[in-house]
């Protein structure tokens, strides 16, 4: 069983930066942000595969950074230009083989 905790999140007007961190019992080899946002079905945020470049849904590019530190196994979302419609319960997965693995979720607001 792998476990994930994450920190970060908050309430941040329209603009602003948050950064959100996770971190793993162990190393995985794919870890990824997705979120939920109210009343909605949860979607990939942006995933990176050890050795491979990150992936951003179309909505984030630009604006998030994910990023990893796989000597800490930990990966992080840097959220820049931060808008209302990103409001959302953000959770870090982990995939290992063909198991998925997820944290509690952290709630992220954005204010207009």
């Known amino acids: 069983q792998v476990h994930l905790v994450e920190a970060g999140g908050g309430l941040v007007q329209a603009g602003g930066s948050l950064r959100l961190s996770c971190a793993a019992s162990?190393?995985?080899?794919?870890m990824a942000w997705y979120r939920q946002p109210p009343g909605k079905q949860r979607e990939l945020v942006a995933v990176?595969?050890?050795?491979?470049?990150?992936v951003y849904a179309a909505s984030v590019k630009g604006r998030f950074t994910i990023s990893r530190d796989n000597a800490k196994n930990t990966v992080d979302l840097q959220m820049n230009s931060l808008k209302p419609e990103d409001t959302a319960v953000y959770y870090c997965?982990?995939?290992?083989?063909?198991?998925?693995?997820w944290g509690q979720g952290t709630q992220v607001t954005v204010s207009s």
């Open positions: 997965m982990g995939r290992r083989g063909s198991s998925d693995f």
């Open positions: 990176m595969a050890i050795g491979n470049s990150p």
């Open positions: 162990e190393t995985i080899f794919s």
